[in-house]
């Protein structure tokens, strides 16, 4: 058996107040999430696989409403990964048919939180349906100034860092950048995480303990956070948990 949430209200009577107090510390500027076990979460339930799926969509809601409250400033959220279109066709076009309906329902309520929606992975390699719905909620959110809530669809980071050397080749080969001006930060804003700061936190549910090709180069300095809850087990208290847990640690960037 997985373990059982143990975060304790020790000090504050309730939730409210340990969101209060978690606010008078660091908060994460950008928290990226490995939404994972919706497989399994189904199959106790000897449910489908996609109907994991679709509980972890109502997940994304719950959890996007929340970051925000916190005064989380990104949230990024791993959908759908270039390795996923090997699972079963049937699961692949479920998958693709979440967004859909997720902003089908939520957009309007996304656009009254003043979240902005956007997106990073190759947008070529998804269907038409699933790349409009997301591009409409991209263009129907892009004035929001609060939480950035950042899919990552068909998203691989050893793809994105393909694709930022082959542009810096281009841009290079046309005189546009000399070798020796390309430093990290430029590197950087090759990725499609160009406008987005790196994240401060990185959080793994499902109780699998590895990155999966998940911002590799954006990850370099973050704090790793793993809990052997299923997605669509996730909760406030969870992430609020994970906040807590992160605020304890020092963070050194490499320095004493
Ligand atoms: C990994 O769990 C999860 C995914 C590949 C999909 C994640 C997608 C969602 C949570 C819904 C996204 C919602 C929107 C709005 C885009 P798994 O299927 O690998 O779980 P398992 O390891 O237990 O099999």
Redesign the pocket.
Known sequence: MFKKFTFRKQKASSFNELVEEAKKGYIPNHIAII???????A?RRAMP?IA??HE??K??RKITKFANKMGVKVLT?????TE?WKRPQQEVDF?MK??Q???GTFLPELVEENVQVRLIGQRDGLPAHTRESVEKAIKATQHNTGLILN?A?NYGSRDEMVYAIQNLVTDSNSGKIQPHEITEDVFSSYLMTSSLPDPDLLIRT?G?IRISNFMLWQIAYTELWFTDV??PDFTEEHLLEAIVNFQRRGRRFGGV
């Not at 959220?77 to 990964?81: D, H, K, Q, T, V």
């Open positions: 939404m994972d076990g919706n497989g399994r979460w199959k696989r994991g799926h972890g969509m997940v994304v959220l791993y959908a759908f990964s996923n998958l979440l967004p309906e997720f902003l899919f669809l499902s699998e299923f997605w």
